[in-house]
């Protein structure tokens, strides 16, 4: 048996969860492998909307084990709200969900951190959800991190203790105003992790492998997207992990050659949140329409996307960099409407033209070479098989099939799970 990944290829925000939901049925097991709660997984279906920020997609279905691998950071306050609001759906976690000792804990002072650093930017900010992630990996670079096994320790306070302390210290050397009351702060993360404690810790790399040779089913569940990956996102706009492929190997425990299917989540257009370069976005009615029918708010920061056509050459390069096997076009529904779509094919880069993603694609150095293609005015919301699909939709998915040379499966054509067509 091997592992198949599931990634986005954009800058976070392609509907993962979606996905995810939709797919578990097909497998045992769900595995998110980085990120933190900065990630906003959203899932719609029965008429109710839920949005999942460190618990696996795969958590509302009945037979799936849920496991949170090595390579992510639990904020344990974040985490227990997830776990409460699960409570309604009569969803018996304890048994579904399990936890990896190596992953690593965000503490509050960490948040405090991440708040006091994008402070003392000014105008340089980086764009960050300010949920401590940052400062969570920066320490476990660092080799000064807490894990989850520590909870398991009888000296588990005084380490935190320490650790918090230091934080304060570098706290004060940014020299800016952040009001807290740590000592609240605290009662809430120690009770926090009190709930934690209640589950069940696992060796996730021995649980997985041998899961493998017992022939079940795994699906490695990424967060945010490509373009923001520590190494080869539009660095120094990115998140603080590996969010491709390779991060999988490492923030699970699983050999390369364990690897399966890659599926490749994409828009049918592109957003983004924050702060980084962007070069096909959009300051028109057309980037308001997008906005406004797709609804591109951030599920978990409410942060405004940024919205833009549909970038051909960094989606390439993701394509290339994740070994992509299959790919799933969402959102489709929300370029209903557009008369003429445009699709960049190609940068103007230093007076050169290319089909590469440079060092640099900041304004100044990238201008986008559109390709024009004629829109569709169906409402795809109502659609439910492929072959109902308008031909100009056809044609816009065999254009990028064709340049990508990766089939598209899925399109999605609204947010529901039942909204989702095979192809």
Sequence with gaps: MAVDLLLGLQWGDEGKGKIVDVLTKDYDIIARFQGGPNAGHTLEFDGIKHV?????????????????????????????????????????????????????LILPTHRLLDAASEASKGKAKIGSTLKGIGPTYMDKTGRNGLRIGDLELDDFKERYRALADKHEAMINFYNVDVQYD???????????????????????EEFLNQSLKNNKTILAEGAQGSLLDIDFGTYPFVTS???????????????????????????????????GPFPTELFDGDGEKMAKIGNEFGAVTGRPR?????????????VQVNGVTQLMMMKADVLSGFKTLKICTAYKYKGETIQHLPYNIEEENVTPVYT????????????DAAGQFPKALNDYI???????????????????RTQTIHR
């Design 52 to 104: 999942l920020r460190t618990i696996p997609s795969g958590i509302f279905h009945e037979n799936s084990i849920n496991v949170i691998g090595n390579g992510v950071v639990i904020d344990p306050v974040v985490f227990v709200k997830e776990l409460e609001g699960l409570h309604q759906f009569g969803i018996d976690y304890k048994k579904k969900l399990i936890l990896s000792r190596k992953a690593h």
């Design 306 to 318: 940024r919205c833009g056509w549909l970038d051909l050459v960094a989606l390439k390069y993701a």
């Design 182 to 204: 740590l000592e609240e702060l605290e009662k809430e993360f120690f009770e926090s992790v009190a709930t934690l404690k209640e589950l069940t810790f696992i060796d996730s």
């Design 372 to 383: 024009e293609i004629k829109g569709w005015d169906k409402d795809l919301t109502q659609l």
């Design 241 to 275: 992990s590996n969010t491709t492929a390779a991060g999988a190997c490492t923030g699970l425990g699983v050999a390369p050659n364990k690897i399966g299917e890659v599926f490749g989540i994409f828009k049918a257009y592109t957003t983004r949140v924050g702060s």
């Design 398 to 416: 065999e254009f990028l099939e064709k340049e990508l040379n990766v089939p598209i499966k899925i399109v999605s054509v609204g947010p529901d």
